[in-house]
């Protein structure tokens, strides 16, 4: 099996790229810039194919596609600065990647008739209630430009494809690129108190478990709309932060025990508005991967726990 990957210079298309590789399939790696500019840590991705493609340049999506002539395409390219997106110069462009971008790689899938995968977000629900988003529910009601640009996609996808895979995430996290978790590490080191919202629910998603989920897809034909997280309950992002101090601290790491810096739970109005709006309820139903064979991702404390190892902190 061939599979063009975009965005390998992200958290999730370079772990994607080593799932290929381990599994012997060709992986073709693709991204805005001239060469790969990902993290160069001696994995497949470093070593694999890779072609410079302008996702927003439907003659160059066309020809770069085409010439693979992959049987399918991951599609993790994606603009994901939340904020940034709210700001008047930055929507077109937001509209251009998230939008335009995957409507013109699904233009392509259909043409060469190849599965493609496109990842999307829990943000294009309202974030109300506690009861957790159905995959198939479609009380689309985002909350914020990205989370609209990011339905739009969605819809592109499911407008003109019949073989796809549209999977919802939340709270990704990863080695090639900056998150929650490394940002948290960061302020720790240099901070000796914390806040942190208490009212947003979710559950993190690391890229490398996620990795394997969506290459065991694209072996099947079992197409549709899917939310994939890892498991290990429902948590706020103050739970969050107090688990990977914890873990810190048990890998010796005792900057950030809780005499050297405390962790303070605020809600979302107490911690500030921001530019865009976040849900509240990011819980994500994940019934619908056992529902089809494939299985749940490993629980969020362990994934962590993997995450915190492979890193520099």
Known sequence: ???????VAGQLGHDVMNELAGRGYEGIGS?????YSGIQDGTAVTSMPYVQMDITDADCVKRVISEAAPDAVVHCAAWTAVDLAEEEEKKPIVQAVN??????IAKVCKELNCKMVYLSTDYVFDGQGETPWDPDCKDYKPLNVYGQTKLEGE??????????????????????GKNFIKTMLNVG??????????????????????????????ETEKYGYYHATNEGGYISWYDFT?????????MGHEEYSEDKVKVLPVTTEEYGVSKAARPFNSRLDKSKLTDNGFHLLPTWQ????????????
């Open 31 to 35: 991204d805005i810039q001239e060469v």
């Open 189 to 218: 080191k240099n901070h000796d108190t914390i806040k942190v919202v208490n009212d947003q629910i979710g559950t993190p998603t690391y890229t490398f478990d996620l990795a394997k989920l969506l290459v065991d897809m694209i």
């Open 1 to 7: 099996m061939k599979v063009l990957v975009t965005g």
């Open 242 to 250: 107090k688990e990977i101090f914890r873990q810190a601290v048990e």
């Open 302 to 313: 362990d994934a962590l726990n993997r995450y915190l190892k492979e890193i520099d902190f």
């Open 99 to 104: 939008v335009d971008g995957t409507r013109n």
């Open 155 to 176: 819809l592109a996808v499911s407008e003109l494809l019949t073989k796809y895979f549209i999977v919802r995430i939340a709270w990704v996290f990863g080695k090639n």
